[in-house]
T-cell receptor, first 116, second 109 residues
Framework: GAVVSQHPSRVICKSGTSVKIECRSL??????MFWYRQFPKQSLMLMAT?????????EQGVEKDKFLINHASLTLSTLTVTSAHPEDSSFYIC????????????FGSGTRLTVV | DAKTTQPNSMESNEEEPVHLPCNHS???????IHWYRQLPSQGPEYVIH???SNVNNRMASLAIAEDRKSSTLILHRATLRDAAVYYC??????????FGKGTKLSVKP
């Protein structure tokens, strides 16, 4: 089935630095990628929607200058957390509609970000 | 986006059927009903989805009420590996999935 490869799976960074998370669609073209954030014991919260070749659409309350999304190709979307702070520590997950009518949306395995 | 309501938690015994309910009274005519499950520290996994008719696949069955205001995910024989948080989600016109709180399913051996 369709696979979204997400890297890194875990990252620890110092406060004030930036971290880039990559999501690659391995066997399909992802014209759209959804980015979620999940805090401990909570549900997934949609942060933004990226579309290949255009600007991302951010959900209300999500700072676009802090969470930079790039979707430059049909197989790669990246999320960069800029000037990270401890409150940005979370589980970040990407998702794309691969064979939407047959098998719904495919999710990456997630990135555990810890900012110290 | 239309919202869904699920019980916070449910328990099941291994090898018994499990019926996970979901209410979505504000569903619109074009909203697909999706079910995903998530294990700790993993991304969600697709389970099943449907629009109006009941659906079956190798993982589960989805029973959709005639008025589409509720649905039930059926695991025919629960195993320990089915213990997870199950999310019932409506896919709206923009194609994004808005997650609710889900149901945490525990399976007892």
């Amino acid at each position: 089935g369709a696979v979204v490869s997400q890297h890194p799976s875990r990252v620890i960074c110092k406060s004030g630095t930036s971290v880039k998370i990559e999501c690659r669609s391995l066997d399909f073209q992802a014209t759209t990628m959804f980015w979620y954030r999940q805090f401990p014991k909570q549900s997934l919260m949609l942060m933004a929607t990226s579309n290949e070749g255009s600007k991302a659409t951010y959900e209300q309350g999500v700072e676009k200058d802090k969470f930079l999304i790039n979707h430059a190709s049909l197989t790669l979307s990246t999320l960069t957390v800029t000037s990270a702070h401890p409150e940005d520590s979370s589980f970040y997950i990407c998702s794309a509609p691969a064979n939407r009518l047959i098998s719904g949306y495919t999710f990456g395995s997630g990135t555990r970000l810890t900012v110290v | 986006d239309a919202k869904t309501t699920q019980p916070n938690s449910m328990e099941s015994n291994e090898e018994e059927p499990v019926h996970l309910p979901c209410n979505h009274s504000t569903i619109s005519g074009t909203d697909y009903i999706h079910w995903y499950r998530q294990l700790p520290s993993q991304g969600p996994e697709y389970v099943i989805h449907g629009l109006t008719s009941n659906v079956n696949n190798r993982m589960a069955s989805l029973a959709i009420a005639e008025d589409r205001k509720s649905s039930t995910l059926i695991l025919h024989r629960a195993t320990l590996r089915d213990a997870a948080v199950y999310y019932c989600i409506l896919e709206g016109s923009q194609g994004n999935l808005i997650f609710g709180k889900g149901t945490k399913l525990s399976v007892k051996p």
